[in-house]
């Protein structure tokens, strides 16, 4: 390995020496993640993505920022920057939003470390449409994130129903203390209430919505992950034999804590075949994704109710 390391650093120097834009390190970050066996999971999916993160955080530029910037000369210290974030990334195996701690979910900005998952849910893309037409947006009132981690789900929500109160639950104190750093940030502490609790035991109810990306691993893929997974709680992820111990209690417990007409809406990953077998009388919805992502569900309180 200390060889690889030596390397490694032979070529970051040589690329602070030879290149000159940020597009250069992109495409040189994205050979060397080839080259090193990364794997990318975690917001993104591919190396050149990956690189180009790194490289803007490094730059201290925004996703959105003009491509022409891309392409002009770079300081010794700002390729000093990159090179060395592009290292980490490398050496580390580290997920990218652990080396900036900084992730992006439905379009906002969330600080995160290793006592969260790094937001990467598809059910962005629902809370920014509102559930629609499954809900009335306008009669969301009181919405649960339950597992909230690092609080990204309870904040996209709070800002897609503006008259709504969130709840945002977890049993981790550690993933509270993120999530509330969070809520802080985008200014939403008389909105979003931070909870520590083990399953619904310290909930109220009366929610209208109930949204949950609830750990969903089994136990034998768990212990397959790539090493970048291996940063992140275990508790987070995994969740027995089947992928259910979480799953299956939300969805014994969650129709108690719902209004009439309410909403549960529940990322179960690979997790699916096995909920649709324990469940098998339930009309699950499966949502679709324009932007890419499956294995989300929806069901109402009166669904769950009959069965």
Known sequence: ???????????????????????????????????????????????????????????????????????????RDDKDRISSLLRRRIETRKPAAY?????????????????????????????ERGFEPWIDADRVYRVLDFATGSGCIAVACAMAF????????????????????????HQLTERVKIIQSDGFDALQGGY?????????????????LPEEYLHEPEIGLRAGADGLDIVASMMNEAPRFMNPGALLVVEVGE?????AARFSSLPFLWLDFERGGDDVFALTKEQMADY
């Open 1 to 75: 390995m200390r060889g690889r390391s030596a390397a490694l650093g032979e070529a970051a120097a040589s690329a602070v020496e030879d290149l000159d834009s940020a597009l250069d390190f992109v495409r040189w970050g994205a050979s060397r993640f080839a080259e090193y066996g990364l794997y990318f999971g975690h917001g993104t999916d591919n190396a050149v993505d990956e690189a180009m993160s790194l490289v803007l955080h490094a730059l201290h530029l925004k996703p959105d920022v003009p491509d022409a910037l891309l392409e002009a000369k770079l300081t």
């Open 99 to 127: 080396l900036t701690n900084e992730a992006w979910f439905a379009g906002l900005s969330f600080y995160v470390d290793e006592r969260v998952l790094v937001p990467r849910s598809p059910l962005a893309e629902w809370i």
């Open 162 to 185: 503006p008259g709504a109160t969130v709840d945002a639950s977890d049993v981790s104190a550690e993933a509270l203390e993120v999530a509330g750093l969070n809520v802080r940030r």
């Open 208 to 224: 209208d919505l109930i949204v949950s990306n609830p750990p969903y691993v089994p136990d034998d893929s768990y212990r397959n």
């Open 271 to 275: 997790a699916r075949e096995a909920l």
